[in-house]
């Protein structure tokens, strides 16, 4: 289940952690989930927790008020090998054709996978540069997808990634994209820092 934890900035905010299985999740989901929980047993794989905060600050994907209507997935990364894998479970608010997913709902997947896996390279905080998808086959409504992302290449403050998102089976490849992301420099950091919540959850 979601677990509670207090941010440090103030204890009336709850501030949950919801890259866990809840009850809004088919066994498809929860079954990969443990899958690539499993790989946290030795250290290679990190969960990245998944923060909802009831204050006023919340990360796009993670403020769809009711369970399973919007995103549900979580994000597990392999700094080592500079990876990431999510699995995520598309619900009925993100339909774009009828009954498959919003293109943009992938995308903002594929840039949150993709944004958490550049934080194998980068220090600080880093912003979407440059994201580029081809959509392979439509993603059904309700369905699982895997995200694979790794990043190909640094240069300083530039991160080069490539990812493909598969079905919950892995047979069929449904998107691949490629993306740039640009760390912020000292200066823009210091601009940057009222934005950022005083508290240690990133997500
Ligand atoms: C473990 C903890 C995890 C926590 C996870 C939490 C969730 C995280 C996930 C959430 C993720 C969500 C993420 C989101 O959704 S981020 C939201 C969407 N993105 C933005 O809003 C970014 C808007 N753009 C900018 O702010 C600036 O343009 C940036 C900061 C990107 C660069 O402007 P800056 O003034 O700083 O630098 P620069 O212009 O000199 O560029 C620097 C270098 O980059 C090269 N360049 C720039 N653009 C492109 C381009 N399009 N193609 C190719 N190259 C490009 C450029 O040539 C230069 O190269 P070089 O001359 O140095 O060689």
Not at 58 to 72: A, T
Not at 147 to 153: C, E, G, I
Request: hydrophobic share 35%.
């Amino acid at each position: 289940m979601a677990r509670q934890v207090n941010s440090q900035r103030n204890q009336e905010e709850a501030v949950i952690d919801l890259a866990w299985p809840n009850e809004a999740w088919s066994d498809v989901t929860k079954e990969i989930f443990h899958q690539l929980n499993a790989g946290t047993e030795n250290g290679d794989w990190t969960r990245h927790p998944g923060y909802l905060r009831t204050g006023e600050r919340r990360l796009y994907c993670r403020n769809i008020s009711e369970q399973g209507k919007g995103f549900e997935y979580a994000i597990f990364i392999n700094k080592r090998e500079q990876r990431a894998t999510c699995v995520c479970q598309f619900g009925p608010y993100l339909e774009g054709p009828p009954s498959h997913v919003h293109g943009g709902a992938v995308a903002t997947m594929l840039d949150t996978v993709m944004g958490t896996c550049a934080y194998n390279v980068l220090e600080g905080f880093h912003l979407t540069a440059n994201l580029n998808i081809n959509y392979k086959k439509p993603v059904r409504l309700g369905s699982t997808a895997i995200f694979l992302a790794k990043v190909d290449k640094q240069e300083n403050r530039k991160a080069y990634l490539s990812a493909y998102v598969t079905s919950a089976d892995g047979s069929t490849t449904l998107c691949d994209a490629t993306s740039l992301f640009v760390q912020l420099s000292q200066e823009q950091m210091e601009k940057a820092k009222k934005y950022l919540p005083q508290d240690s959850h990133n997500d």
